[in-house]
């Protein structure tokens, strides 16, 4: 039997994905130990994870045998069942956030639900039972409607934009639990991040503006452009009101529409969010970092912008899978560039990394990350 022994905390990651791969870099120089939770040895945390255990996130047995020796527990994605989340904290281990907040960002009606009673702004919503239902809903708020799965949807998946009730029916074919919402016109999308600690210290990075191509976010404008400071302020509210009024403990992404009317929520994510990657250079503490803090109950850190402007760009996989041959190009180009990839398997469409740039000109620095992005995905210039 091993000898060893920690030196600092330990956290535990349920999953093994893209944001715990970036939680390593963080980690060691806090001084903190990383344990994941992976479905198989080759996912993206588990390549540069010493500590990886393999397991199913769905199955008690395993999450009790991670569980132990860990000072905190938390989360890559959302899908814990939500009564092993309340068994591990009730077995006595620091699971951040609880059952009790993150219900909130696996099931979108209780979501709508709270935050309605709560005051925060969102759009008409009703729970479904079948396409029947849908009609009605749209007699009140009018076409298109929007259909979304009650657990489970992510990156534009599990959403529906319904113009009539033959495509709500089509929608419905899915099997999955649906509820409605109206149709939001919004301006723009803007995303919040906060972070809150268990006893209570919250802080806010500044509004971003996210830029969704087919459901997936591609670019992220750090801070958001022309956006007034009253808006900012309103938005950065609103997030650490909902931070606080669920119990959030870590990270809180809250995902909104700006509308001619104001700030619409859209939706909610509890840990690391792509709308905060910009962080790891543009921030004086990343994301990743902050979460860990969090989570420990640490002093959080300062999220004041280390530049003007800050751009980051999704790489989404295309046709041709070898991205690195491609490295002396773009870094020869732009030695300011900074590239993250996550260690997975190129297919079209997924996201396999991002690209981020600095500088005090939007338009100048959004064509560097632009560059990067398109060239290392495809090989041909903007």
């Not at 068994?87 to 935050?115: I, N, Y």
């Not at 149709?183 to 991040?193: M, N, S, T």
């Amino acid at each position: 039997m091993s000898s060893y022994r920690p030196i600092g905390p330990v956290v535990g990651i349920v999953g093994a994905g893209q944001l715990a791969r970036m939680s390593q870099q963080p980690a060691i120089a806090l001084g903190v130990e990383l344990r994941v939770l992976a479905g198989a040895p080759d996912e993206s945390a588990a390549r540069v994870i010493v500590d990886t255990r393999i397991g199913d996130y769905r199955d008690l047995g395993d999450l009790r045998d991670f569980a132990q020796g860990c000072d905190a527990i938390t989360f890559d994605h959302e899908h814990v069942p939500t009564e092993h989340i309340r068994a591990l904290a009730g077995a006595g281990h620091s699971v951040h956030p609880g059952a009790d907040a993150l219900v909130h960002a696996q099931d979108k009606a209780v979501m709508r639900e709270r935050l309605t009673a709560i005051g925060v702004p969102c759009p008409a919503w009703s729970r479904l039972s079948s396409a029947a239902d849908v009609p009605g809903f749209a007699e009140e708020h009018g076409w298109p409607v929007v259909l979304k799965a009650v657990r489970g949807g992510y990156d534009g998946r599990g959403v529906w934009v319904c113009e009539d009730t033959a495509q709500a029916e089509e929608a419905f074919a899915s099997g999955a639990e649906l509820m409605a919402e109206a149709f939001v016109p919004f301006e723009r999308e803007l995303a919040v991040l906060v972070a809150r600690s268990p006893h209570g210290q919250g802080v806010s990075y500044p509004v971003v503006e996210t830029v969704q191509r087919d459901g997936i976010c591609v670019e992220v404008l750090a801070p958001a452009p022309g956006l007034d400071r009253e808006d900012a302020a309103a938005a950065q509210h609103i997030g650490l009101k909902i931070a606080h009024e669920l119990g959030v403990t870590g990270l809180l992404a809250v995902e909104m529409f700006q509308t001619a009317r104001g700030l619409v929520v859209n939706e909610l994510a509890m840990r690391p969010h792509n709308s905060g990657h910009w962080t790891i250079e543009g921030s004086r503490t990343s994301q990743f970092e902050q979460h860990l803090r969090a989570v420990l109950d640490l002093p959080l850190g300062s999220p004041t912008m280390t530049a003007q402007v800050v751009v980051m760009a999704n790489l989404l996989g295309g046709d041709d899978p070898d991205l690195f041959k491609r490295y002396e190009h773009v870094l020869a180009h732009d030695p300011g560039i900074k590239l993250h990839f996550y260690g997975k398997q190129v297919r079209p469409g997924r996201k396999i990394g991002h690209v981020t740039a600095l500088g005090s000109n939007l338009d100048e620095v959004r064509a560097r990350a632009r560059h990067a992005a398109v060239y290392l995905m495809t090989g041909e210039y903007t």
